[in-house]
């Protein structure tokens, strides 16, 4: 294969991403990780053959990834993509990215010691999909829908549920404006916005969007519409799951103040998830 005069060894390629991005707090494996993404292969291999020369136009790129990364954009919307319980998730800007946090509140879900067979389940504000795709691999044999009021989001959703070919109904809606009246879910989902307007947040999140991260001067006006919409439309269900900041606590007992509610801290108190037990 022909070489440009400009080819460069993965070494060389990996040190000058590494000053580039001097600055972040892990600057060696973000220049791995975005190399080893324009190469196709693992950080693994990337380090096991630093000689390795590197053709001109993958040089390129990586040097605009990096120059995008070097202004706080985030690497999942620099490739594309987030791996997130074990699957790979397509991302773009106009969608909020996964959180490990939210990987807990999916454990939380599924050690649930049940009664009863979980037949169907709703998630609310879908996003990427990736809680509604969790719950289609955690109850396979449950009917599972998914809401999305953004239409950007809303694609998103759509061309994850193609690629992981899951059986998720996705529907464009403001929350619950579009769900029957009266209908009954086992399990409903709503990882909805729970940031104040005045918290500070870091150059990374900024760059995502706004609207799915903050609601309102405490945070919970979007949890507090949701419980409003669930007893104005006489909606019934079993497990109610969010998440929420841990000063929070009390607010959310008091918004759902006429059912029983659990708590589940994470494991460094940062995080708190709560279940609502519902009405049927």
Request: charged share 30%; aromatic share 10%; proline share 5%.
């Amino acid at each position: 294969m022909w070489h440009s005069f400009f080819d460069m060894q993965r070494k060389k390629a990996l040190e000058w991403g590494r000053k580039e991005l001097k600055h972040l707090e892990n600057p060696f494996l973000e220049a791995e990780v975005l190399l080893s993404f324009i190469l196709h292969c693992s950080r693994e291999l990337l380090k096991a053959h630093p000689e390795k020369e590197i053709e001109n136009v993958d040089f390129l790129l990586y040097k605009k990834f990096v120059q995008k990364r070097k202004k706080r954009i985030p690497l999942a919307y620099i490739t594309g993509k987030k791996e997130w319980m074990g699957m790979e998730l397509v991302l773009t800007p106009k969608v909020l990215i996964p959180r490990d946090e939210t990987e807990i509140l999916c454990h939380h879900i599924a050690s649930q010691k049940r009664k009863y067979g979980v037949r169907s389940c709703l998630d609310v504000g879908s996003g990427s999909g990736n809680i509604a795709f969790f719950l289609a691999r955690q109850f396979p044999s449950a009917r599972i829908a998914g809401i999305e009021n953004s239409a950007q989001a809303f694609a998103v959703a759509q061309k994850n549920k193609k690629k992981l070919k899951l059986p998720v109904s996705f529907c464009r809606s403001d929350m619950l404006s579009d769900i029957k009246k009266g209908s009954q879910w086992d399990i409903i989902t709503a990882n909805l916005p729970y940031l104040p307007r005045d918290l500070e947040i870091s150059p990374e999140v900024q760059q995502e969007p706004l609207s799915a991260l903050f609601s309102g001067h405490d945070g919970l006006d979007a949890i507090r519409r949701l419980q409003q919409q669930l007893q104005r439309k006489k909606i019934l269900f079993r497990e109610l799951w969010m998440e929420f900041l841990p000063f929070q606590q009390k607010q959310i007992q008091k918004i759902f103040s006429d059912t029983k509610v659990d708590f589940f801290p994470d494991e460094e108190g940062a995080l708190f998830f709560a279940c609502v037990r519902g009405n049927i």
